[in-house]
C-alpha cells in the first residue's frame, strides 16, 4: 500500500528554515514511527512551507519526505489555493492509495479532498469547539479554522477520531467516522522516573483561557505554601493577551509557581523524568497529547473531565478526574497525588500498562492500515 500523509513542517511554523531535517506534530511523528515497524507499506510525507529548504529525501527505510514550496499568497489569504495546488501535483506524481490529512485547521485538510482520491481527515483540535470555548472574533485564526473544519469534514470520504467526544463533534458533518487514539513516541516509554525535591506538578499547554490556568492557581492557594510543592507551567503565553497578562501577575506573586515556557520533546522528557505528577485542568480538550506521553512515562496523572480526557483516563484506576469549575475538585486531587505516594504509584503503573497496550505507535499504525483498506475497498 502506497500512502501519502499530509501535515505541517513545523519548521515553517517556526520559522527555523535553516535546519535541514523536517519535524512534525507529536502526534504524526509517532504514527510514522508505526509505519516503520510495517515494512509492507511505503508512506509519503508532504509538508508545505514558505521557503525553500534542505531536507533528507528519506525519514526511514520505508517513509519519503516532500517539501513543497509555496510562496506566501497561496496560504491562509487565498483559502490555501497555492499548497491544493502544490500537494495535488505532487500526488498525481506519487500516484498512492490513499491520502491522509493530518489535522482540519490549516491546508492539510483542503489539500487532501482536493487530490481526488481516496482520502481520510484526522480531527487533532476539534477547531469549531475551540472556537467557541475561546469566544473567537470574526476572522481571526481561530474563527477561520473553525469553517476550515465544517468545509472540509463532508468532503472527505471519512473521518478519524483521536477520541468519542471528537466522533459526536463531527457526527453532524462525516460521512464516516472512525475512533482511534494518538500513538505516542515510543521514546516516552522508556524514561526513567528521577522525581526531584521539592515535588513538582507540571501543568502543560498554552497559556489560554481553554487551558484554564488562572483558576488552577487560585484553586491551590489554600494548600501550596504548607504543602510545600512546586507548580511548573510549561506552553506558549503572549504578553499581549489579557489571559496571559493576568497569568504572568498571579505566578510574580507566588514563589511556589514558575513558567517554563516553551519546550521541545527532550525538555518535557527530562521534565517527565523529575515530576511528582501531571496536572491538566482544561475547559475544553480533545485528546491531549501530555496526558498521554505522562501515562506512557509512568507520571501520574490528574485531568479535568472534559471532552475527550474521560476515555482516556478510567478514574481512580489509571488517574484522577477533577472538576475544572470547583476548586475543591482540584484541590482534593493535588492533595492525593501529593500525600498518597502508594496511591499515586499504583495509577501511574495502571497507565502505563494501559498507555503500552492503547497508544503505542505499532498498534495505532495497524489500526490505520485497516481504515485505509476500507476506504480503499468502498471507492472502489
Known amino acids: 500500500m502506497v500512502i501519502v500523509q499530509l501535515t505541517t513542517d513545523n519548521r515553517q511554523d517556526t520559522h527555523q528554515y535553516d535546519r535541514d531535517t523536517p519535524w512534525f506534530g507529536t502526534a504524526p511523528e509517532a504514527l510514522l514511527q508505526g509505519f516503520v ?29 516532500h517539501s513543497s514550496h509555496v510562496p506566501k ?22 500516484r498512492p492509495d490513499i491520502v ?26 476539534n477547531m469549531r469547539l475551540i472556537a467557541r470555548v475561546n469566544k473567537a472574533r470574526p476572522f481571526t485564526y481561530a474563527w477561520l479554522a473553525a469553517r476550515i473544519e465544517a468545509f472540509t469534514l463532508p468532503r472527505s470520504m471519512g473521518v478519524v477520531c483521536i477520541t468519542r467526544y471528537t466522533e459526536q463533534a ?66 506558549a503565553a503572549s504578553e499581549r493577551d ?17 513558567y517554563g515556557g516553551m519546550i521541545n520533546r527532550d525538555q518535557l522528557k527530562r521534565h517527565l523524568a523529575e515530576a511528582t505528577a501531571l496536572v491538566l485542568p482544561s475547559l475544553e480538550d480533545n485528546c491531549p497529547m ?19 480526557v474521560p476515555e482516556l483516563i478510567d478514574d481512580a484506576r489509571t488517574g484522577l478526574l477533577l472538576d475544572p469549575l470547583q476548586p475543591a475538585s482540584i484541590m482534593d486531587a493535588v492533595r ?26 505499532r498498534e495505532i499504525a495497524a489500526r490505520h492500515l485497516e481504515i485505509y483498506g476500507e476506504v480503499i475497498k468502498s471507492r472502489s
Open 170 to 235: 463531527v457526527a453532524d458533518l462525516a460521512r464516516r467516522t472512525w475512533v482511534v487514539p494518538n500513538a505516542v513516541d515510543a521514546s516516552f516509554f522508556e524514561i526513567v522516573r528521577k522525581p526531584i525535591e521539592p515535588k513538582t506538578i507540571l501543568c502543560v499547554g498554552h497559556i489560554t483561557v481553554r487551558k484554564n490556568q488562572n483558576r488552577f492557581i487560585e484553586a491551590l492557594d489554600p494548600i501550596a505554601a504548607a504543602a510545600g510543592f512546586n507548580v511548573l507551567f510549561l506552553g
Open 100 to 125: 491522509h490529512g493530518q489535522g482540519t485547521e490549516r491546508d492539510c485538510a483542503l489539500a487532501a479532498i482536493f487530490t481526488g482520491l481516496p482520502n481520510v481527515l484526522t480531527v487533532h483540535g
Open 336 to 361: 492525593r497525588l501529593i500525600n498518597e505516594p502508594a496511591c499515586a504509584a499504583r495509577l501511574a503503573l495502571e497507565a502505563k500498562r494501559e498507555a503500552q497496550a492503547r497508544f503505542h505507535p
Open 242 to 258: 489579557d489571559y496571559a497578562r493576568n497569568f504572568f501577575q498571579l505566578v510574580k506573586t507566588r514563589a511556589w509557581c514558575r
Open 37 to 65: 515497524s510495517l515494512p509492507e507499506v511505503r508512506v509519503h510525507v508532504i509538508s508545505c512551507t514558505q521557503k525553500a529548504m534542505r531536507s533528507p529525501e528519506k525519514l526511514a527505510p520505508n517513509i519519503w519526505f
Open 73 to 94: 499568497w497561496g496560504w491562509l489569504r487565498t483559502g490555501y489555493r497555492g499548497c491544493i495546488r502544490a500537494t495535488r501535483e505532487k500526488v498525481r506524481e506519487l
Open 290 to 308: 501530555v496526558v498521554l506521553e505522562a501515562m506512557a512515562a509512568g507520571v501520574p496523572v490528574a485531568a479535568a473531565r472534559v471532552g475527550g
